[in-house]
């Protein structure tokens, strides 16, 4: 099964109200929420753009607070990168290393921040277990592969790092210790394991937050995208195609799939980026057995143009990596077989495996690699956006601290919380940059 929809974040306002799910393999049992469109003007205290992961915890975490709260989405809940992800629930977001966030803030600062990463995947369990949201968690942990011997100088160094300032139990690993206990990849040179990391099902995830939303008093609504929106003084009135909804402060949550013409805080301030995934048909037991991957682990190499992948919990394989450069590209079949080849380049043992599904989402990259977590208290406007492909546990994070932003409470000291996302220069070019970016990384992941 393949996408249809074209929705091109760099080209258009908004996606189509009457787009569907992508076919995925997260949509085959998806029942899809029967939620109202906004056909009448509706007041109340913060409107949040977008249903997905960051937007659905920023209306929990407010309604705890006693806030009224309205939820608008162009499409239906986790319509975007939410319902779209692998589902990898990691310590991290955006693309800095541990080493350049300390060269660029400081050892206290980065420590600082590797505990809000860990926040984040606590928020993550905090949620499933209040709300009962059953999302095919597995814990397996994560496992960040090098692709080849010079790259694992790198991982001894950050372990060495997490091991000895950061108190982090990851686990370097020799190429046997790979082989033998967690996957057997032809393309290992070693590697470092996060034992707190799992995956889940995003999608199902994301419905088991929007209905604890729901529960909670936020009003969500479906399929009424934001055509127009007009400052009233202190209060903001967004018009739907069919409503309008006016409210005191609107958090822009829409990350990745922020079209273009929303608001001046946002605008050619991110990068989306496509991401493709394929997801096999369940392995026989022969190819079980020549894969030998451990139970619910995460996998992802250290390539320039990374793949990550793990077991599904019917024994099918996700893969995924880079997708195309334009949302028209999107449903080529020249990227499925790429990642398909890149598979069997991984395994030996999958020459014969076949793809069931493959899908493409926008992922939000930032002009410095780190994303942005911003509420304008003059304008009454916040945004959280840039989470750069890495965001299913700090999205969760993101809303939650908006929420706090929202009320005044105070944040943590980080440089998420503390400036607005750079705008990115020569705007109109960026393609023709990514694509020299993706001709330059295969030529590093190769040659260097």
């Not at 809940?77 to 541990?98: D, E």
């Not at 949201?133 to 942990?141: A, K, T, V």
């Not at 018009?239 to 001046?264: C, E, M, Q, R």
């Not at 304008?376 to 700090?394: E, I, L």
């Amino acid at each position: 099964m393949q996408q249809t929809d074209f929705y091109d974040p760099l080209r258009q306002r908004h996606p189509s109200p009457d787009s569907g799910y992508v076919q995925s393999y997260w949509t085959r049992q998806l029942q899809v929420p029967q939620l109202p469109v906004v056909t009448q003007d509706i007041h109340t205290d913060v409107a949040i753009i977008g249903a997905g992961l960051t937007g659905l915890s920023c209306a929990l975490a407010l309604r705890q607070r006693g806030i009224n709260v309205c939820v608008l989405d162009a499409v239906n809940p986790a319509w975007g990168c939410s319902g779209r992800n692998a589902g990898f629930v990691l310590p991290g977001t955006g693309r800095l290393s541990l080493a350049q966030m300390i060269a660029k803030w400081g050892e206290d600062q980065a420590q600082a921040i590797y505990a809000e990463f860990k926040a984040g995947i606590e928020i993550t369990e905090q949620h499933i277990t209040r709300y009962g949201i059953e999302c095919d968690l597995q814990r397996g942990g994560y496992l960040k592969i090098a692709h080849k011997p010079s790259m694992l100088k790198s991982l001894e160094a950050q372990a060495r790092l997490l091991n000895s300032r950061f108190s982090d139990p990851a686990e370097l690993l020799s190429p046997d210790d790979v082989q033998t206990h967690y996957l057997a990849t032809q393309k290992s040179a070693g590697g470092l394991y996060f034992p707190y990391s799992f995956g889940l099902n995003p999608l199902k995830l994301s419905m088991g937050l929007a209905n604890a939303a729901q529960q909670s008093g936020a009003a969500l609504y479906a399929h009424s995208p934001v055509q127009a929106w007009q400052q009233l003084g202190q209060q903001h009135k967004l018009h739907t195609p069919t409503g309008s909804v006016t409210a005191d402060k609107v958090i822009l949550a829409t990350n990745a799939y922020t079209g273009t013409h929303n608001h001046a805080l946002v605008e050619q301030r991110h990068f989306p980026v496509l991401s493709s995934v394929i997801v096999t048909e369940p392995l026989s037991e022969t190819q079980l057995a020549a894969c030998r991957f451990k139970s619910g682990l995460l996998a992802m190499d250290t390539r320039a143009l990374k793949y990550y992948y793990r077991l599904l919990p019917d024994n099918r394989i996700l893969f995924g990596g880079r997708g195309a450069i334009t949302g028209r590209g999107a449903t080529s079949g020249v990227f499925k077989q790429r990642l398909l080849q890149a598979l069997k380049d991984q395994f030996c043992g999958l020459q014969d495996v076949r793809v069931a599904d493959y899908w493409s989402g926008w992922i939000s990259v930032s002009l410095d690699d780190y994303p942005r977590v911003w509420f304008d208290h003059t304008q009454g406007v916040g945004y959280a956006m840039g989470y750069c492909g890495s965001g299913v546990s700090f999205s969760q994070l993101a809303g939650r601290r908006l929420a706090q932003a929202v009320c005044e409470e105070p944040l943590p000291s980080l440089p998420f919380y503390q400036s607005t996302l750079k705008r990115f220069p020569l705007s109109p070019f960026k393609r023709m940059g990514l694509w020299g970016y993706y001709q330059w990384g295969r030529f590093q992941d190769r040659w260097l």
